[in-house]
């Protein structure tokens, strides 16, 4: 039986999902900006959020009042495949969207850690908390980088986590990773979980029953903040 609330968006294809999505977000960005006068957005990397980032690309928003970050990164240059700074860069940041301000957490030191101090500088030039945040998630439960078994995993998810960045190193990772904590993450106005397949919609399902966070650290979201508006397709 599920413990976790969440609003499940049903979507029949990825276009479908995307648009939505775009839609979604361009309007949390837009109503941030009227309150405010600016509004931040942190987007997740992978292959997932590809056509999201490129129907949200052309959105009618001012985008010059707009800061873009991520939720999280791998520790490698933007001349890596690997970077997710590189693929923001390529598919939103692009036409309209363009005229945003980019904030990269990858900094050019040796270790994320070396990095902290000087992302964490950069990221506090972002307005604050983020109009809307998109997170996606793995096949082993992680999302942003709260890997099973990283070894700051505890740290990452604290709710009461006084940094707003944290090194993450974990054996599924890959590269060393650097994170925005969970308390920056959640308390986005518009918190949204991006996911698509069937084995990611159980996988889901999972996290919603009861079970230890350090499991399926996409838990540690969903009790967090209830309900988390998850958009979902096939």
Excluded at 34 to 41: E, I, N, P, Q, Y
Excluded at 61 to 87: C, F, G, H, K, Q
Aim: aromatic share 6%.
């Amino acid at each position: 039986m599920s413990t976790t609330p969440i609003a499940l968006n049903t979507y029949d294809d990825s276009a479908g999902l995307a648009r939505a999505l775009a839609a979604h977000v361009a309007e949390a960005l837009r109503g941030r900006i009227a309150r405010d006068g600016s509004a931040s957005l942190a987007v997740s990397g992978g292959r997932t959020p590809v056509a999201f980032f490129e129907m949200l690309s052309g959105a009618p928003i001012d985008w010059s009042r707009v800061a873009v970050t991520l939720v999280d990164e791998r520790w490698v240059p933007e001349t890596s495949e690997r970077s997710n700074a590189a693929l923001v860069r390529r598919h939103l940041l692009q036409g309209p969207a363009s005229a945003a301000r980019f904030v990269p957490l990858y900094t050019g030191a040796a270790t994320p850690e070396d990095g902290l101090a000087a992302a964490t500088a950069a990221i506090a030039t972002l307005p604050a908390p983020f109009a809307a945040v998109v997170l996606g998630m793995g096949d082993d439960g992680h999302t942003a980088s709260f890997f099973p078994g990283a070894e700051t995993l505890a740290a990452a998810i604290d709710p009461s986590a006084p940094e707003a960045l944290i090194a993450v190193r974990a054996d599924a990772a890959g590269e060393p990773r650097i994170t925005f904590t969970l308390p920056r993450l959640v308390s986005a106005d518009t918190l949204v979980l991006h996911i698509e397949g069937m084995t990611k919609r159980a996988v889901l399902e999972r996290a919603c029953a009861s079970g230890p966070v350090e499991d399926l650290p996409v838990r540690a979201v969903l009790r967090a903040r209830a309900p988390v508006d998850v958009m979902w397709c096939p």
